[in-house]
């Protein structure tokens, strides 16, 4: 079949390599792409949350299968304007999409589904959002409603920081029309950790737990971000605590949106805190995470294009997924700065003696080609996975192809899986 790919980051560059060893696939186009990309499949300059110009692109290349990698064109309702012509997409309507699109809507739905989560409310005025962070007390939890790509969440345990977040959001309006409401919620103890399933409207599959590694610096310091690194099976979410987490969070949601008439197709994500009262939603989102994704899909066993193809089929009932033993690591390389103020154009070496390692893979974030020289094109430059038999072989092959890549302002933590990595032993 023929796979239409939407997007340019990382993800969705880990998306293509996915699909490019899929034997259900025999091309990829890719809108827009980006260097990594174009690689592995052919790539169109295109706005990919114009929905006209993706139905548009769809039928001149007459494909079988549209997979949309980010959360934009979901929220633009880029899957139901395919749907309406009919072609197979892997991606959640309009309308399912708003669990990542309104963190108020989500943290409605999940207490009416009785999906265990954070206590919280939402808020358009400053004063009471206020006095509800003093209610809660801290640490203090704040959150843009809209999309912020990762970067609208503020955990912190000092009162004036959270106050200031308030007011960034609902009157300095820092995050536009995305924080003109804002979710005030709990803090959630314990270890986090990333499910996601594959959903055809009915029926999930869960993939193994990933974790994501917010904060910019070492030891879960500085900024948000949108994600510094990744890696897979998580030790603290083992099979029982995933079948939970399927059975009291991805079931009911999957159930809840169905019921609303806006079954969830796609891949459904809940970021959560493994609690002593056991997994709790924090986040929920309508794709694969990213850098989750970079960590995910290279220890995938399954046939990416034919989950793909069932979920946008609702054909996923009796399917099973496959993993690979082996770990995996991957580590985000973002340009200095970074998720601030940064450089871009500048020139980036050793990419191709970091791909060249053993078990290395290297996916494109926010790269471009200008005279033929591969240059940073974002905060988020390069993403590299490195594969082994315990998640400190993983480490160590990820950081060594780290290691081999240049560029100035280079930015990294260096602590991606450390934890893991003795809780679970040495290499094998």
């Known amino acids: 079949m023929r796979v239409l790919l939407l997007g340019s980051g990382g993800r969705e560059s880990a998306l293509a390599w996915g699909l490019s060893r899929s034997s259900a696939v025999t091309e990829t186009i890719a809108a827009p792409g980006n260097p990594g990309i174009a690689a592995l499949a052919e790539t169109v300059p295109l706005d990919p949350s114009d929905p006209a110009a993706v139905v548009a692109l769809a039928r001149r290349a007459d494909v079988d299968l549209v997979v949309i990698g980010p959360e934009a064109p979901l929220v633009a309702g880029v899957a139901d304007e395919l749907r309406a012509q009919g072609r197979p997409v892997f991606g959640p309507s309009q309308a399912a999409a708003r669990l990542e699109g309104s963190k108020s809507y989500a943290k409605r739905l999940m207490l009416a589904a009785g999906v265990p989560t954070a206590e919280g409310r939402s808020f358009s005025l400053p004063e009471p959002a206020i006095d509800y962070l003093d209610a809660l007390g801290p640490p203090y939890v704040v959150k843009a409603d809209g999309l912020a790509a990762g970067k609208g969440v503020v955990v912190t345990l000092d009162r004036a920081e959270a106050v200031a977040a308030v007011r960034e959001r609902l009157v300095e309006r820092r995050f536009g029309r995305a924080g003109a409401a804002i979710v005030i919620e ?174 290395t893979l290297l996916f494109h974030a926010g790269t471009a080609l200008r005279g033929g020289r591969l240059v940073t094109a974002g905060g988020r430059v390069l993403v590299v996975a490195g594969l082994g038999g315990s998640i400190e072989r993983a480490r160590e092959r990820a950081y060594e192809a780290a290691s081999a890549i240049e560029f100035e302002g280079k930015q990294l933590r260096s602590d991606i899986a450390l934890e893991a990595a003795k809780t679970q032993g040495g290499a094998q």
């Open 186 to 359: 709990e803090y959630l103890d314990g270890e986090e950790a990333s499910a996601i399933a594959f959903v055809d409207g009915s029926t999930a599959l869960v993939c193994d737990a990933a974790q994501d590694f917010k904060r910019a610096l070492d030891g879960d310091r500085g900024p948000n971000t949108g994600g510094m690194g990744s890696y897979s099976p998580v030790p603290a979410c083992p099979p029982d605590v995933l079948a939970r987490v399927r059975a009291e969070i991805v079931h009911p949601l999957v159930r809840a949106t169905a019921a609303l008439g806006a079954p969830f197709v796609g891949a459904l994500y809940a970021g959560l805190a493994l609690t002593s009262r056991g997994p709790r939603v924090i986040e929920i989102n309508a794709r694969f995470g990213d850098p989750e994704a970079q960590a995910l899909l290279p220890r995938l066993d399954s046939d990416l294009g034919e989950l793909c193809l069932a979920c946008a089929r609702g054909e996923v009932a009796g399917m099973r997924l496959r993993w690979r033993a082996e770990a995996c690591v991957a580590v985000v390389l973002a340009s200095g700065g970074y998720p601030g103020e940064h450089a871009t154009g500048v020139e980036i070496a050793g990419t191709e003696r970091a791909a060249a390692l053993e078990d």
